[in-house]
């Protein structure tokens, strides 16, 4: 329960910050994507169902406030989740790798997929000006972000798992 | 190991699940409009937080405006003083155009009066997280007399258009967005043309304007561009912007360019909005045509 209240609370406080403190924070008018971020590190460190979950609600904010359809966003990003449930078992704590080339993989599916949801639909081919001109700023940004922000979720779930395990102990 | 793929197969079942749900609420969003109860529960859980952090960021911009040092006060005060000057003089000989005006628009019987329109003020409480859109909320609703369709000018200029509404919130899209396009004219000639927001043409926040007809009429750099008489949405005479690029397309039947618009799109705090749409104020007949 607690951990649940907290991941939603993680998920809330990212999202409240991307839209009001990193607007002013942009540089070259590219945000970094803090919500993927946080989707793509529950994945590979508490599995797939978990990832998926966050992403699941992660997605509905997004599309609430910032997206046109209902549910585009919601599935990318459970999808991003379960992808990154899968390399679980390849994930230790200490290495900072793995997650780095993780969550910029999740970033490049997400821009990526949007570009061809949003804007190729429309008919919209200037590919590489999208590219260069917001996937990939958007990608840098956000591992740069990642550095900081992965550091603080790593700490918050640490503590969390201690504390379920001493209460697990607790009642053996 | 029985366990671990006990478990696999309930997260793919899942995964199935919450794609169905997905595509199922994609379709019902694209038979009816709004996101209904989801929409309404959001508008009262996590628009007070944004109003609260945007209250806050408010007051800490207020304070570190209090620290600018005297000396550029009184810079910026001179300068203003003179600005003062030069409008009372330009106000003087409007408001005599003004008087002119009236006259001759009691002789005309043109009883429209563009130029008051009933507005009400707002704060911008979040913008769009997402590099994609340029779209932000306001805290004003339906309570306030916000409606779908309306539209929203900062300072002097024409910001977007309400897209959803909920009872103290209202999504605006700007006209920056790839997905706005507005009918607009050239104020000197009156010839109208489109004028559409650009992903690209978004980070330095400029415009695109096409389907201006190449005739007779020279239209420069620096031209005055506002909304037109045939928009469906807009309301007539919104100041737009610009013209600062302007070139013959390869048809040489239309004439196309960009428009520096006359509003700072990355620094927008308090909005104007106009209650008033233009379905309301034409009767409504050609409600829902199109962009």
Same mark, same amino acid.
Do not use: M, S
């Given at each position: 329960m607690k951990r649940k209240l907290i991941t939603l609370l993680i998920i809330l406080v990212c999202f409240l910050l991307e839209s009001s403190v990193f607007h002013r924070l942009s540089f070259a008018s590219v945000k970094p994507n803090l919500l993927i971020v946080v989707t793509s590190s529950f994945g590979f460190m508490r599995g797939k169902k978990e990832g998926m979950f966050v992403g699941f609600s992660a997605g509905l904010l997004a599309d609430l406030f910032w997206g046109n359809a209902l549910g585009f966003n919601m599935l990318l990003y459970a999808v991003i989740g379960y992808m990154n449930g899968s390399f679980k078992r390849m994930f230790y704590d200490d290495d900072v790798k793995l997650p780095i080339v993780l969550i910029g993989a999740s970033e490049l599916v997400y821009g990526l997929s949007t570009y061809a949801c949003v804007y190729m639909l429309q008919g919209d081919f200037a590919f590489f000006s999208y590219l260069f001109g917001i996937i990939l700023p958007e990608l840098v940004y956000t591992i740069l972000v990642t550095l900081i922000l992965y550091q603080i979720i790593l700490h918050i779930n640490k503590k969390l798992e201690a504390e379920e395990q001493r209460s697990a102990s607790k009642f053996v | 190991m029985k366990n671990k793929s006990q478990s696999s197969f309930s997260s793919k079942y899942w995964l199935i699940i919450i794609s169905v749900v997905c595509v199922i609420l994609l379709g019902i969003e694209r038979f009816t409009d709004g996101g209904g109860p989801l929409r309404f529960i959001a508008g009262y859980t996590v628009i007070p937080m944004q109003e609260g952090i945007s209250y806050v960021g408010r007051f800490m911009s207020d304070l570190s405006d209090n620290f600018e040092t005297l000396d550029e006060m009184k810079k910026a005060n001179e300068k203003l003083q003179s600005k003062v000057d030069e409008l009372t003089t330009d106000n003087t000989r409007l408001r005599q155009e003004q008087y002119e005006l009236e006259r001759l628009r009691e002789l005309y019987k043109l009883d429209e009066n563009y130029s008051d329109y009933e507005k009400i003020g707002a704060h911008v409480i979040a913008n769009n997280g997402s590099n994609w859109f340029a779209t932000f909320t306001i805290d004003k609703g339906t309570l306030d007399g916000v409606k779908v369709d309306s539209n929203v000018l900062a300072g002097s200029g024409l910001v977007g258009i309400v897209t959803e509404v909920g009872p103290n919130y209202a999504q605006v899209r700007s &006209? &920056? *967005? *790839?997905?706005s396009n507005v009918s607009a004219m050239m104020l000197s000639t009156s010839d109208t043309c489109m004028v559409r927001g650009d992903l690209e043409l978004m980070s330095d926040g400029r415009l695109h304007f096409e389907k201006l007809p190449n005739n007779d009429n020279v239209v420069e750099p620096g031209e005055q561009v506002v909304t037109s008489h045939v928009s469906s949405r807009f309301l007539q005479g919104l100041f737009i912007g610009y013209v600062s690029d302007i070139d013959v397309d390869a048809n040489n039947l239309t004439r196309s360019g960009y428009i520096t618009p006359a509003v700072d799109f990355s620094k927008l705090q308090e909005v104007l909005v106009i209650t008033t749409t233009k379905q309301e104020m034409t009767g409504g007949e050609d409600a829902g045509e199109g962009e």
């Open positions: - | &006209i &920056i *967005d *790839d997905a």
